[in-house]
């Protein structure tokens, strides 16, 4: 456990979902699927989906308005805005900095972090390291993405898993000895670029009509690849957070995982030890 710095300590949090729900019966009418395929594979029984006109930074927006709320703080009180997302509103400036205008905000800064499934695990690890070495007394953490934007709704191996939403907490230093974030472990494995990515419109292969023609703008994925690594990666790092805070597994109340399917979260569990209820 990291002793000798301020903790920081989740003060309020908010979320926000698109109203337009997508669900496998609709997805039916796309793709060669049904519900039965999808609920037994991945769990999902819906997914929601951003409406035209509206962008990431709109959900971001409201999920922040929620969590100052709940924290008791105003917009004018945020020294930072992070923003875990890899479907910001423009190539730049980010979409922190976009709602960063939208809530009002004057004296803060903020930048996105691009880290796909982990960006808000990402992002809170950065704001708790501000906060802990003094630069800011509190931060306005957001995961937030548009999904649906990158989809190419003619595959079915990835146009049923992903949709749109935004979580966000307000991150403070703690005042009254509650123990806070007792660590933070992160880790990348660049030799699984390909496994799941978005082949065109950055610099390597700017957008042009062949790219778009041959949807090379929509997500990629090796969903079997994905299933291994994630899983295994995801019980290591989660052992190396434990150990970090000296906690052991069966003192664990709750387990919050990446949402990404059931399977994964059941296999994850399965390898923790931990009961599919925590």
Same mark, same amino acid.
């Given at each position: 456990m990291r002793r000798g710095h301020p903790r920081s300590v989740i003060l309020g949090t908010g979320s926000e979902l698109p109203s337009k729900v997508m669900t496998n019966a609709a997805l039916e009418r796309l793709v060669?699927?049904?519900?039965?395929?999808?609920?037994?594979?991945?769990?999902?029984?819906?997914?929601?989906?951003?409406?035209?006109?509206?962008?990431?930074?709109?959900?971001?927006y409201r999920a922040s308005v929620r969590a100052l709320k709940d924290a008791g703080l105003e917009a004018k009180d945020v020294e930072a805005i992070?923003?875990?997302?890899?479907?910001?509103?423009?190539?730049?400036?980010?979409?922190?900095?976009?709602?960063?205008n939208m809530l009002g905000v004057r004296k803060a800064f903020s930048f996105d972090v691009n880290a796909a499934c982990?960006?808000?695990?990402?992002?809170?690890?950065?704001?708790?390291?501000?906060?802990?070495t003094g630069m800011v007394r509190n931060a306005l953490v957001i995961g937030s993405d548009a999904l649906s934007r990158?989809?190419?709704?003619?595959?079915?191996?990835?146009?049923?898993?992903?949709?749109?939403?935004?979580?966000a907490v /307000?991150?403070? /230093?703690?005042?009254?000895?509650?123990?806070g974030i007792l660590s933070a472990r992160l880790r990348t494995d660049g030799s699984y670029v390909k496994t799941l990515y978005v082949p065109a419109g950055g610099s390597l292969k700017p957008a042009s009509l062949e790219s778009v023609r041959k949807n090379e703008h929509t997500i990629t994925m090796n969903g079997k690849e994905v299933f291994k690594v994630a899983?295994?990666?995801?019980?290591?790092?989660?052992?190396?957070?434990?150990?970090?805070?000296?906690?052991?597994?069966?003192?664990?109340?709750?387990?919050i995982p990446h949402q990404a399917n059931l399977r994964i979260i059941t296999a994850l569990a399965e390898r923790l030890k931990v009961p599919c209820p925590k």
């Open positions: 060669d699927t049904t519900d039965e395929w999808i609920t037994t594979r991945t769990g999902i029984k819906e997914r929601r989906i951003l409406e035209e006109g509206k962008s990431n930074a709109d959900m971001a992070i923003m875990g997302t890899v479907s910001p509103d423009y190539p730049f400036p980010s979409s922190a900095c976009v709602l960063e982990s960006g808000f695990l990402n992002a809170l690890a950065v704001a708790d390291s501000f906060i802990r990158l989809l190419n709704w003619k595959d079915r191996s990835t146009c049923i898993l992903f949709g749109d939403g935004a979580g /307000v991150l403070g /230093v703690s005042h009254d000895g509650a123990p899983v295994r990666s995801m019980e290591e790092i989660s052992r190396e957070a434990l150990d970090e805070a000296g906690v052991e597994i069966d003192e664990v109340s709750l387990v």
